[in-house]
């Protein structure tokens, strides 16, 4: 992926060494424009497409944040860099407050000048990215990059994917479009894919559904932030887009990828019972079982008639009680054993199920008096 970058500084030295300083080529910069005349580049910014502009922050009438606010105003989608040579954290502030990518010193060490190109080679790569179904359709193609475009980015807990088949498709997507998606990816010119981080707003969408309902078959399914369950997810609506494009109204939604959610659960019990002590959490179970995590949670509770983490929490006091009654090891220590970092919080946690200390539970093991 190629990117266009501006070089703005009203020293012609510094912005030589500004150009020279950085291996722009190996981060996929191969066109570098460069000025130290800010006026001319406000024109640029407006007449091109800039991905990205590299600015002094003290320039004659037109300082680099003067250029940052003024390109934020028209909207314009350049990303900035501002570049210094005071260290004066205020203009950082500034810089920040007006949703510049970063802010370094000159001279910039080389060691640097990789890490804040790899930074802005990633953000550029996930805007470009967002405006580009054709490039999306491309990439979907590669489950590496599949994983780097959809999910790497700020994983959200779930994704929400909605397959669209319908003759009217550009008015469906208009009307979808107020819920927000994340991204869109046209299957061809009557089918499309749109994706949202996390779950659908309930009111607005259930006037969407009743809406499109009418003119577009609908295939609406939730997949876990995980490669292959999204990957399967995606399969399963093209599939059912193709199977049904006959029929171009109604609503179809997909059943949880497990077909033997029991089967999964029982796994994930055993699982639970020797990897209590580690930082378990269901949201990291439903991707390494590849199920929904909205539905995991559903249908544990429904399974052992309490919540997973009431289970873990009665799994931990359970063996704690183990080890409180047949070593002669330190609450604290034990407390770090059945997966507690934080001894106070065990020791609440434990009086709150028990009515008693640690300790008190203790002397049971001697015959001692609890009071």
């Known amino acids: 992926m190629l990117f266009r970058v501006l070089l703005v500084d009203d020293e012609k030295l510094a912005l030589a060494?500004?150009?020279?300083?950085?291996?722009?080529a190996e981060y996929g910069f191969t066109e570098i424009l460069a000025t130290t005349n800010p006026a001319e580049a406000l024109s640029l910014l407006q007449k091109e497409r800039i991905d990205a502009a590299f600015v002094d922050i003290r320039m004659p009438k037109i300082s680099g944040l003067d250029l940052l606010e003024s390109s934020r105003k028209m909207g314009l989608p350049t990303v900035f860099i501002i570049v210094s040579g005071f260290s004066d954290f205020s203009y950082a502030q500034q810089a920040l407050r007006n949703n510049a990518l970063d802010y370094c010193l000159k001279p910039i060490e080389p060691d640097e000048?990789?890490?804040?190109l790899h930074k802005l080679q990633k953000h550029l790569f996930f805007i470009r990215i967002r405006n580009d179904p054709i490039l999306i359709k491309r990439l979907l193609s590669n489950e590496k990059n599949c994983c780097e475009a959809f999910l790497a980015a700020d994983a959200p807990q779930e994704l929400t994917l909605l397959g669209i088949f319908s003759s009217m498709l550009p008015q469906v997507l208009a009307e979808a479009n107020a819920l927000s998606p994340s991204d869109c990816l046209f299957f061809n010119s009557e089918s499309a894919l749109l994706l949202w981080r996390g779950l659908l707003p309930d009111e607005p969408w259930q006037a969407f559904l009743k809406r499109a309902k009418e003119n577009a078959l609908l295939v609406l399914d939730n997949a876990p932030p995980a490669v292959p369950a999204f990957?399967?997810?995606?399969?399963?609506?093209?599939?059912?887009?193709?199977?049904?494009?006959?029929?171009?109204?109604?609503?179809?939604?997909?059943?949880p990828v497990s077909p033997d959610i029991t089967k999964c659960l029982k796994e994930i019990i055993l699982y639970i019972s020797t990897h209590y002590n580690e930082d378990l959490n269901l949201q990291r179970l439903s991707i390494q079982f590849g199920i929904n995590?909205?539905?995991?949670?559903?249908?544990?509770?429904?399974?052992?008639?309490?919540?997973?983490?009431?289970?873990?929490?009665?799994?931990?006091?359970?063996?704690?009680?183990?080890?409180?009654?047949?070593?002669?090891?330190?609450?604290?220590?034990?407390?770090?054993?059945?997966?507690?970092?934080?001894?106070?919080?065990?020791?609440?946690?434990?009086?709150?199920h028990f009515l008693m200390t640690p300790l008190q539970y203790r002397k049971i093991k001697d015959g001692g008096d609890l009071q």
């Open 17 to 24: 060494s500004l150009k020279f300083a950085f291996p722009w």
């Open 113 to 116: 000048t990789h890490t804040l």
């Open 231 to 255: 990957q399967s997810a995606l399969l399963r609506i093209q599939a059912e887009l193709y199977q049904h494009s006959e029929n171009s109204a109604g609503l179809i939604r997909l059943s």
């Open 293 to 352: 995590y909205a539905y995991l949670s559903q249908q544990f509770k429904k399974f052992m008639r309490m919540s997973f983490s009431e289970y873990l929490t009665s799994i931990r006091l359970q063996n704690a009680c183990r080890l409180l009654l047949s070593t002669n090891l330190r609450v604290v220590v034990i407390s770090e054993m059945v997966g507690y970092n934080d001894y106070h919080y065990f020791s609440n946690t434990f009086k709150k």
